[in-house]
């Protein structure tokens, strides 16, 4: 059990590929070893947990393997673990390592260090596949949070997220940590386990293969602490347990009824952030859980409380996303704004009722008004906007046969069509449908209509006729 951490002391003393011995790591090595020997983590070994390297990544592997040859921590860790532990397939293979953002790009090709609060290394690699490696981190004490959740600016819209940055590089030692802080400093305890393909072995410093036995979800250390530091942890063991259907821990579910509301406090950038992981996969079962527990409300404002407030327009919104899970599974993925665009269909669908003319700035003028926390980027919001007017506007030719011709020319025709096939067929269109041959298979015979009478005749003016210097438009 221990022999996964009594070879980490040498660590510095191996050789690295070129021969010479590791000494360029200019921070101090961060002792393991008090906190360790009182406290040793578990070690699961095969055949006691199920991983595969076989089922890893190839390249987070390649990336592992290198860094503990040079004489780096390198495991798989986060989600990763989780699944591979559950059956399940994981989205992404995150790595974490004792290798500082700048050591881990002086030795890899193609690194990209991103982020400002916390600097990760991203390794790209052919294909757009990248791979996350993050040094080891421990939770930063408070008071010396470098970049405090400030509450949502008033008026219901927030700031964009450059306001929230620090405006100086934290210490990296207030940031940096072992991988046993960096396990504590981790959400839930199944989401803290490391693996260590060196040895083929799970690390458990927290209780998680314990709570994965049980089936549960459970925050690590006290939940209110844990939601007093970072409230969208509410939301996170909510769309954990919803989609891996475990049972959320009796005292964590106590916590989550008396802080849920903090949700509402977090940036909106953030709030931003974690929708997208929402909408990644499996979302219905996600939303079905912060509509239970009246997230919705604090994330997206009266759209939210619409979906929670009315158990048929959420039906409708679960039944889009279900049709949408499945098209997924099979290889048909949405882009994000039609996947913002699906998502407010439901909500936005009556204010067509109105029957205005131009519904750009009707549907604007809704998202405005819900007061979201949530900050949608305001090019996602207007491409989202387009998109389901013109989806609005397909649809009904779906349904009264009557196409104007003038829709087939918009710009997001290729993004609406999808959409309308969603929603009206339940299933995603093959690859030689488009909107016409769905609209001419309903309405066989019906033609799509040129727009009439409408359009203004242009008057050519004679020369030196006029006599109104040109400004007056011509025509009615
Ligand atoms: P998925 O597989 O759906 O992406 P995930 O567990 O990988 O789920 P991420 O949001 O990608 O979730 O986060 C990666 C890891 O970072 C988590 O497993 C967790 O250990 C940690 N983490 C993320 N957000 C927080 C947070 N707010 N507080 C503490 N730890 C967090
Ligand atoms: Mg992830």
């Known amino acids: 059990m221990d022999d996964a951490h009594d070879g980490r002391s040498e660590r510095q003393d191996r050789a690295t590929p070129g021969g010479g011995m590791a000494i360029e790591i200019p921070d101090p090595i961060p002792s393991y070893d008090s906190a360790e020997q009182a406290n040793p983590p578990v070690v699961l070994t095969r055949p006691g947990h199920p991983i595969r390297r076989a089922d890893i990544d190839p ?5 592992m393997s290198r860094l503990q040859r040079m004489g780096f921590v390198a495991y798989l860790c986060g989600g990763a673990v ?5 059956g399940r397939k994981p989205k992404d293979f995150d790595v974490a390592t004792d290798a500082r953002p700048g ?3 002086k030795r890899f090709a193609n690194v990209y260090v991103i982020g400002r609060r916390f600097r990760l290394a991203h390794v790209h690699f052919p294909g757009g596949k990248i791979i996350e490696v993050a040094t080891f981190r421990r939770e930063p004490e408070r008071g010396d949070d470098p970049a405090p959740a400030l509450p949502a600016a008033a008026g219901g819209e927030t700031p964009p997220a450059a306001a929230f940055e620090p405006r100086e590089l934290p210490d990296p030692h207030a940031i940096y940590g072992t991988p046993r802080e ?3 400093r981790r959400d839930i305890t199944i989401n803290a386990l490391f693996y260590d393909p060196e040895i083929d072995a799970v690390i458990d410093y927290v209780g998680g293969l314990e709570d994965m036995r049980r089936r549960r979800v459970r925050t690590i250390g006290d939940p209110g602490t844990r939601f007093d530091e970072d409230p969208v942890r509410v939301w996170r063991v909510l769309r954990h347990a919803a989609r891996l259907g475990f049972d959320i821990d009796p005292e964590t579910g106590r916590a989550i009824a008396s802080h ?3 949700i509402a406090t977090a940036p909106g950038s953030r709030l931003y952030e974690e929708f997208n992981k929402d909408l990644a996969y499996e979302t219905r079962v996600v939303f079905q859980a912060l509509r239970a527990n009246g997230l919705l409300r604090h994330i997206l404002g009266r759209a939210g409380l619409a979906y929670e407030a009315d158990p048929a327009l959420f039906d409708r919104l679960a039944s889009l996303l279900d049709v949408e899970e499945r098209a997924r599974r099979e290889g048909f993925l949405l882009a994000i704004e039609e996947m913002y665009a699906l998502v407010f269909w439901p909500w936005l669908e009556p204010e067509f009722e109105s029957g205005g003319e131009d519904m750009v700035p009707v549907l604007t003028a809704a998202f405005q008004n819900a007061a979201m926390r949530m900050t949608i980027p305001k090019t996602l919001k207007s491409n989202a906007v387009q998109i389901l007017v013109l989806v609005e506007g397909l649809i009904r030719a779906l349904r009264t046969g009557r196409l104007r011709a003038a829709l087939l020319h918009r710009a997001h025709l290729p993004q609406a069509t999808r959409l309308a096939f969603l929603i009206e067929t339940g299933r995603p269109p093959a690859d030689h449908e488009t909107f016409e041959t769905l609209f001419r298979a309903a309405h066989p015979g019906a033609q799509p209509e040129p727009r009439q009478g409408r359009r203004r ?11 109104n210097g040109g400004t007056t438009p011509q025509g009615a």
């Open 260 to 262: 849920r509301h903090l």
């Open 103 to 105: 050591q881990i790009r």
């Open 457 to 467: 005749r242009r008057r050519r003016r004679k020369k030196g006729g006029g006599g």
């Open 182 to 184: 960096d396990a504590f």
């Open 59 to 63: 390249d987070a592997l390649r990336i």
């Open 82 to 86: 989780r699944d591979l532990m559950l």
